[in-house]
């Protein structure tokens, strides 16, 4: 099977206040030190590979104090250039939100739309040829799907996380291509489950393994797949499949619950 990659077009932000001061998931233990000068080398390495790969990659600038910004697919959801900002769950991360809007502002962007619900943006949206899966249970209300599905004009459909450890939809599950996704199905509920089943029956399953390496927070262009390299099951479906895994280390990050998909916004024209 010949796999086709399309440009993309991120926003990412460096880590240059990253560290873990609060804990609001299960992967994150203040008392752990961060060692920033690694993570900023393993966050450069992700940039450095985006480009290689032909995509386009812009940088917000990092506000200090903002210890998560570094994680901006959670700044909102960006679809035919519309921009559904975030409205964080945790008072720590609520600044990040402007932060980013200012940024799509500043950038021409002619919609910019600060949100009612809360939602973290494409840490529980993700987007497909015709549909947008969007999550709740831990952090977006459900009330921010039909607000999403109202302001993008696109169909959305529910899901529920279950497991704290997944705690975004990006933790749990990434679009491999226009049709297919990637998935744990125990991140999810029994009806997510069935409905995910019966929407994507060639989904890739992945181990739980694969799921706690941050193996589905992975960035699919298509064709070359940015992956933990640690998720080392995942990889070899990838490969069997067609695609070409990219294995990146991002384990400093790993300490605040982030992988790689977490550092990347897609912006979509
Ligand atoms: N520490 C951050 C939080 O818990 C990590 C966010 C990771 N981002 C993501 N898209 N899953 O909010």
């Known amino acids: 099977m010949i796999r086709t990659a399309t440009r993309r077009e991120y926003l990412m932000c460096p880590p240059a206040h990253f560290d873990v001061t609060y ?3 299960p992967w994150m233990d203040p008392g752990v030190p961060v060692d920033r000068t690694r993570a900023t080398a393993q ?5 450095e590979t985006y480009r290689q790969l032909g995509h386009t990659v812009h940088l917000v600038d990092p506000v200090p104090g903002l210890v998560d910004m570094v994680f901006a697919a959670n700044c909102g959801l960006v679809l035919d250039s519309l921009v559904y900002g975030a409205r964080y769950r945790n008072v720590e991360r609520a600044p990040e939100a402007p932060a980013y ?3 799509f502002t500043a950038a021409g962007f002619p919609s910019v739309r600060p949100p009612e619900h809360v939602n973290e943006g494409e840490g529980d ?5 015709d549909l947008v899966l969007a999550a709740s249970g831990f952090r977006t209300d459900p009330a ?3 607000e999403a599905q109202e302001f993008l004009g696109r169909p959305v459909v529910s899901l529920c996380l279950t497991d704290p450890r997944f705690y975004h939809l990006d933790t749990a599950l990434f679009v491999l291509d226009d049709d297919t996704v990637a998935y744990y199905p125990a991140a999810f509920s029994p009806g997510s489950r069935r409905a995910l089943a019966h929407l994507f029956p060639d989904a890739l399953l992945a181990s739980e ?4 390496a941050l193996g589905l927070n992975s960035v699919s262009d298509g064709a070359n797949v940015v992956v933990a390299q640690a998720a080392t099951d995942l990889i070899a479906q990838l490969t069997a499949r ?3 895994p990219v294995p990146v280390d991002l384990s400093e990050l790993a300490k605040a619950g982030g992988g790689a998909k977490c550092c990347t916004l897609e912006i979509r024209r």
């Open 125 to 129: 949206f993700a987007v497909t040829r």
């Open 43 to 47: 966050w450069t390495r992700l940039c």
């Open 209 to 212: 393994a694969d799921a706690l």
């Open 242 to 244: 067609g695609y070409r």
């Open 101 to 103: 809007r200012a940024w």
């Open 144 to 146: 921010a799907h039909g």
């Open 23 to 25: 804990s609001i998931n």
